[in-house]
Each structure stands twice: as structure tokens, then as C-alpha cells.
């Protein structure tokens, strides 16, 4: 497992609705459908990478918490299915259904969703704001597999408190850390 850093955004994304393959119920579904009136987590992950496995049981809790706040979360995997066939949307199905999770599940075939959030490795956080302007983008928390840190969520906890805060604070954001997202071979990104 190689360990990859989220790129920090160097220009102002957007919230960006796509229509993708919703595994939760095997429907085409607009994103946007799931966005919060308060905010929307993008989190970009997969079913086997061992970051991603460290963190879901903490990344589900945090989720239905925040989900009473109203910020909604939605999940998207964009890995290349066909050398990563534990990543296909029957396995995501699975998977949601078995950890029931409180946020769709999609499936970003084409990786242009990948693309235009920039996202590089799984786990990765893009957190917005109401208005669908990018309010942070990085990690969530300083766990990792075997290194004996507890799963906190604290540094998206502290984006989510910020943005209900709404001074227009300033504060630090670290990268994702994770494993590349598994790109289709010819669609490797050019950012970084």
C-alpha cells in the first residue's frame, strides 16, 4: 500500500453535481440530490484500502452525527474496477448495506468526478458550505493503520465546527493520507 497525500486546493472548487451510480440502490442518481443545507462532505474512498478500513467504523458514526446537523455526506469511489474488482458496485452495495451506511455510495466510472475535485488517494475529505464553496480539504485525523493513534475525526471535526462557527477563521489543514486512487490506465491526472 503506497501512501499518497491529497493535493491542497489550489484554486476555488465548487460544488459540481454529476449523475452517477448510486450502489446504496443501484439508481442514477444526481449528487445533488444529497446535498445538506448546511454543508456537504464529499469523501472519496473504496472498499480496500486499508486507510479507508481503518477509519469507516468512525467515518460512519461521524457521518450520522453531522448528518443531525444537517450536513449531508456523500461517499464516492472512483477506483478502476477491472484491476480492482473488490471496488466494483456489487461489492460497494455490499458493503454499505453490511455497515449500513447513513450516506449514498456512488460510483465514479468515468473518474471525471476525481478529476474535477482533484482527489488523489482514498480516504480524502472536501467539506462545503452551504453556498457550494469549498471550505476545507484535507484529513481526518492523525490515525493510521498500526500506528497507534486513536480514530478522533478531529481535524474534520474542527472543519465542521468552523463552518457552524462562521467567522471566516482561518486554520490549519493537513492532507488525506491514503492510497492512490486507482485510476484507469491513460486517465493518471496531471495535478498533483
Known sequence: MALTASSISRYKIKLKDFKLLNTTNNLQENLSNYYGSKGTLLIFMCNHCPYVVHLLDHIIGFCSKIKEEKIL?????????????QDSPNNMNILAKE???????????????AHHYQAL??????????????????RYDK???????????????????MLYDDSGTKFLQYPSMGCNIKWVKGNEPEYE
Request: proline share 8%; aromatic share 16%; net charge negative.
Open 73 to 85: 455526506s456523500i461517499a464516492i469511489s472512483s477506483n478502476d474496477i477491472v484491476n480492482y474488482p
Open 99 to 113: 455497515k449500513k451506511f447513513p450516506f449514498p455510495y456512488f460510483f465514479d466510472k468515468s473518474q471525471d468526478v
Open 121 to 138: 488517494c482514498t480516504p480524502e475529505f472536501l467539506l462545503f458550505d452551504k453556498n457550494h464553496e469549498l471550505f476545507y480539504h484535507g
Open 143 to 161: 490515525s493510521r493503520p498500526n500506528n497507534g493513534i486513536e480514530v478522533t475525526g478531529e481535524d474534520l471535526k474542527k472543519g465542521v465546527d
